[in-house]
């Protein structure tokens, strides 16, 4: 009964979209779980029958956002050959798109906060260590340097973190077109030494 009173989802997914808003508008360091509560129109204690304390709730939004980027990736992966230059490519696109299409996980994904860093620190990180992981795979493979491969990680993820702003703010239209200068500007960086 309670999955339909929530537009079809269920109440720990409603809580946590509505913990995503919750961080958007306040940040994380006044997230609010009574706020969070009230937005979904639950009792304070609700969210604590989903999540044991405020620091779980935090992971638990944070696993959400990795759980829907992993989605996403695995179908780049299965349909690029592994190791390529084309699957490094094509991940890094469709970590812009996820970027763009879900401005309100930057906040999450990108922000800063020292308490939560410490406890979420594992599994913020995943959803742009693949990136950072299939490029430094493909750099070992072609043999560059530790020192490129460095110089490559940062090159391809300023583009990716780039390009989600600006299409974001409006200085590029989101487009395939603009995009394909975001697959070709990370495809050349790779034709230099």
């Not at 992971?59 to 230059?85: C, F, H, M, N, Q």
Request: glycine letters at 8%; one cysteine or more; aromatic letters at 10%.
């Amino acid at each position: 009964m309670e999955e339909t009173r929530h537009g079809g989802r269920g109440i720990r997914e409603q809580l946590l979209l509505a913990g995503i808003d919750d961080i958007n508008q306040n940040g994380i360091q006044n997230f609010s779980v009574r706020r969070v509560a009230n937005a979904c129109g639950v009792s304070c204690a609700a969210p604590y029958k989903h999540f044991e304390d405020k620091p779980a709730f935090l992971a638990a939004i944070v696993d959400y956002i990795d759980s829907l980027w992993k989605e996403r990736k695995e179908k780049v992966l299965k349909k690029y050959p592994t190791g390529s230059r084309r699957q490094l490519a094509e991940v890094s696109l469709e970590y812009v798109r996820f970027l763009v299409e879900n401005p309100h996980f930057r906040s999450i994904i990108m922000g800063k906060d020292d308490e939560f860093d410490l406890r979420r620190g594992r599994s913020r990180g995943q959803v742009s260590n693949l990136t950072q992981g299939l490029i430094q795979d493909y750099c070992r493979s072609t043999g560059m340097s530790e020192q490129t491969r460095r110089l490559k990680t940062y090159v391809v993820r300023s583009l990716i973190y780039g390009a989600a702003l600006m299409f974001d703010n409006g200085e590029l239209d989101y487009n395939d077109e603009n995009m394909a200068l975001v697959a070709y500007a990370i495809e050349r960086e790779f034709d230099l030494a």
